[in-house]
């Protein structure tokens, strides 16, 4: 009888799985914080707890096992000087999945991941993000705004 594997496949073939989960997984360890939708954060941190564990190690071949499916030097280098330093005592549990609001245009089920230690309070919006008013010329707030501020 068939068994199902418990894991996504995220509508790609397997190369490109495990090409997307490793993007994901060097910048979530640059960044420590990052927008996804909620499957492939859900996909991600399993791939990121995993990496920590062996990271927590500290041996040259921990390292060596770790940069097979990373294959950036900065972001190892970082896991292994920082990273584990500051999330090395803690007994798995290193990320954390924040659901967003669903993403305009596809109505994709978005979600926040981020290293637990490295979290500030959590924001409904992430940095960078504006308001449609900001975003647009023309619109009424803009015209609005930029009369009072002329005023």
């Not at 420590?32 to 492939?40: G, P, Y």
Request: glycine share 6%; charged share 35%; hydrophobic share 40%.
């Amino acid at each position: 009888m068939r068994k199902v594997k418990p894991a996504r496949k995220l509508g790609r073939t397997a190369a490109h799985r495990k090409a997307t989960l490793a993007n994901l997984t060097t910048q979530l360890l640059v960044y420590k914080r990052i927008e996804t939708t909620e499957a492939k954060a859900k996909e991600t941190r399993k791939v990121v707890e995993k990496i920590i564990t062996k990271a927590r190690k500290g041996t040259v071949h921990a390292q060596r096992e770790i940069f097979k499916s990373i294959r950036d030097k900065e972001a190892v280098k970082m896991l292994f000087e920082d990273i584990v330093s500051k999330i090395g005592d803690r007994n798995g549990g290193y990320t954390r999945i924040i659901k967003l609001a669903p993403r305009f245009g596809d109505a994709a089920k978005m979600a926040v991941i981020e290293l637990v230690d490295y979290a500030e309070a959590p924001s409904k919006q992430l940095p960078g993000k504006q308001d449609r008013a900001k975003r647009v010329k023309g619109s009424k707030k803009t015209e609005v705004v930029a009369a009072a501020a002329g005023e």
